[in-house]
């Protein structure tokens, strides 16, 4: 495993290089939320961030989320989920996280509107866009991205905050951030949903997506090393 003196190292690099793209792009940096990825990670190594100061940490398993919410929950730490989310681990993840990057279906929508109901709390999410209709990953078409903010955000006890996407993996990621971008202000305008988030960058490419509006990077390696 990766020694705690190594992530506090590593996380300051990342928060810096957020600190100089937001700056470089005319962005004020506390505008970014920095997500460490903790999948297949130990619950060590998420005990060393946080005491280096990181405060998000995203879990793409559910029962991975779940265990080590169980296990670390400290005042101050958020947990989100950004992998897909199935309605039988609906409940419990939503309880635990503070925001559902994986939204991308009106069934799930309902799913989460009802468990919020249930549970007096509100449920916070992000649609998540498929831009490059790739198979292997969730999330909407970009021309189906409207319809379901609107349908979704008009759910009772569910908020829709913006949008999310993990683009192909190509030489051009800023291009696909920056269509990103651009449906999302579409989307806002056509439905009067305000989408204040943008979740979009990772370990190798975070830099280029908070020069395209990120206010949300998802990084993994860049602050863990190499995952068990």
Not at 28 to 47: F, H, M, N
Request: hydrophobic content about 45%; glycine content about 8%.
């Amino acid at each position: 495993m990766t020694d705690s003196s190594e992530i506090a190292e590593w996380l300051a690099r990342v928060r810096a290089t957020v600190a100089t793209a937001a700056r470089d792009a005319g962005r004020d940096p506390a505008e970014i939320t920095l997500i460490g990825v903790s999948k297949r990670q130990p619950l060590a190594a998420i005990k060393a961030a946080f005491e280096a100061g990181l405060r998000d940490i995203g879990e793409n398993h559910a029962d991975e989320l779940l265990e080590k919410a169980a296990a670390f929950a400290p005042n101050g730490l958020r947990y989100h989920f950004i992998g897909r989310l199935s309605s039988r681990r609906a409940r419990k993840v939503a309880c635990q996280t503070m925001l559902i990057h994986t939204l991308d279906s009106l069934r799930l929508a309902r799913k989460l509107s009802l468990i919020a109901q249930e549970e007096g709390r509100e449920v916070r999410a992000l649609v998540q866009v498929n831009q490059g209709g790739e198979a292997t990953k969730g999330g909407v078409a970009p021309d189906a991205a409207a319809a379901l903010v609107r349908d979704a955000a008009a759910l009772p006890g569910l908020s829709v905050d913006g949008l999310m996407s993990i683009p192909p993996f190509d030489d051009r990621p800023r291009d696909w951030f920056r269509q990103l971008r651009q449906l999302r202000d579409v989307v806002a305008a056509e439905t009067g949903i305000a989408l204040p988030e943008l979740s979009m960058g990772m370990s190798h490419d975070f830099a280029e997506a908070i020069a395209e509006g990120a206010t949300l990077v998802r990084v993994g390696t860049a602050i863990f090393g190499a995952r068990d």
